[in-house]
């Protein structure tokens, strides 16, 4: 396993991202590849994973039962969110909590379709709010869409634009299907032999002529205020400490974002490997130093 994850420390909020590949379930009917990610994920302990690509075969018949058995083997309450627009099959958005052994509660899940002007919006998202003793954390699971780059920047706007309340703790995770500012630069002849579905969404002409990397969603949620959380880590708390491809198209595209707060409590960030063509990730917070870092928040807020 790439970067072996230790036992949770006390006080500690664990969050991982992983994209199941089809909900870990093959075309022959083999559940093996679901099998060893649970077994990674039981390892890892985190108390809240945000899903992509959580899907099953026959999904009105089998979906269901697949989220149940899913949250079952880890202990955990399951949200399960929609499939995110573009999709060419129904694979979903989840966010998975451990509610039981934490006790923390689940306050609200975020809808994914809404109407607008008399139609159906769907997203590429879904999320809790997430009450964790005194503190409130809004975790959100992301799969931007693989085929179009306008679309993947509209979403990207949207989700952003109704997070930026400054009062919010936020965590974004999930496949961004897109390169980040930080981490390994793809070169003009890597974006070339990119599969053209991938090329099209992950690159574009320069003035040069010469393919360079879209950054967009990158520098949206940027400019919403929020942080690549394992870019803004020391190198001695990432493993591996240098910033790698999580994707086997060779980006690092399964990344999380969070508010300013929660960045400055990050204490660690592991890749792993689970049955699948994506790498886990994996992200601790020391729930003492937020504390202590929102306590002058709350002291503003009772002088008013």
């Known amino acids: 396993m790439t970067g072996v994850v230790p036992a949770t420390a006390a006080d500690t909020f664990r969050v991982a991202v992983v994209n199941w590949q089809y909900g ?24 809240v994973v945000l899903c992509q690509e959580f899907g099953a075969p026959q999904p009105a018949l089998r979906q269901p039962r697949h989220g149940r058995r899913t949250a079952n083997a880890l202990g955990m309450e399951m949200v399960l969110g929609p499939v995110p627009p573009g999709a060419r099959s129904a694979l979903h958005v989840a966010v998975l909590v451990d ?10 899940d975020a ?13 590429s998202w879904c999320g809790v709010q997430l009450n964790i003793g005194e503190l409130v954390v809004d975790c959100y699971s992301v799969h931007l869409p ?45 974006l070339e032999e990119l599969p053209p579905h991938l090329r099209v969404t992950r690159a574009r002409r320069g003035a040069n002529g010469q393919l360079q990397a879209n950054l967009d969603v990158d520098d949206v949620f940027s400019r919403a205020g929020f942080l690549d959380l394992a870019l803004g880590l020391p190198a001695e708390l990432r493993h591996p400490p240098e910033l790698r491809a999580t994707g086997k198209g060779g980006a690092r595209v399964d990344r999380a974002y ?11 960030y592991w890749q792993v490997d689970i049955a699948s063509d994506h790498d886990a990730v ?9 504390r202590r870092i929102l306590t002058p928040r709350g002291a503003r807020g009772g002088e008013q």
């Open 282 to 290: 994996v992200f601790d917070f020391d729930l003492a130093a937020l």
């Open 146 to 190: 693989a085929r179009s780059a306008v679309e993947q920047l509209s979403q990207a706007q949207t989700l952003t634009a109704l997070l930026t309340d400054p009062e919010r703790l936020v965590l974004v995770g999930g496949d961004m299907n897109g390169y980040p500012r930080g981490g390994p630069s793809a070169t003009a002849d890597e």
């Open 99 to 108: 509610t039981g052994t934490t006790g923390w509660r689940i306050e609200a």
């Open 258 to 268: 969070g508010s300013p707060e929660l960045a400055a409590a990050a204490t660690g």
């Open 111 to 123: 809808p994914y379709t809404h109407s607008r002007f008399g139609g159906t919006q769907h997203e």
């Open 24 to 47: 870990g379930l093959d075309t022959d009917g083999s559940d093996a590849r679901w099998r060893q990610t649970v077994d990674v994920l039981g390892t890892v302990g985190a108390q």
